[in-house]
């Protein structure tokens, strides 16, 4: 499920929080369309670039919340 898709023109810094995760070596995933890569990310906080026109989902029964989110530019 996406927790953050960025629809500007500028790359942005996400924040995440994460509770818990059944597989810290895969918690996330980043890309578009059906092109997404896996990110790994344990239990903590977490800043995370996202570009333009991509999303960020959470994976393998990670439990996430947004904290913010700011321009990289």
Same mark, same amino acid.
């Given at each position: 499920?996406?927790i953050y898709t960025n629809h500007?023109?500028?790359?942005s810094i996400v924040t995440i929080?994460?509770?818990?995760t059944a597989n810290a070596d ?6 578009? =369309?059906?092109?997404? %890569? ?5 239990? *903590? ?11 960020? =989902?959470?994976?393998? %029964? ?5 904290? *913010? ?5």
């Amino acid at each position: 499920m996406a927790i953050y898709t960025n629809h500007s023109r500028h790359g942005s810094i996400v924040t995440i929080n994460i509770q818990s995760t059944a597989n810290a070596d895969a918690s996330l995933e980043k890309g578009a =369309k059906a092109n997404f %890569e896996k990110l790994k990310a344990d239990v *903590g906080c977490h800043d995370l670039v996202v570009e333009p026109g991509q999303e960020l =989902k959470v994976i393998n %029964e990670t439990v996430a919340t947004v904290i *913010g989110v700011r321009s990289r530019g």
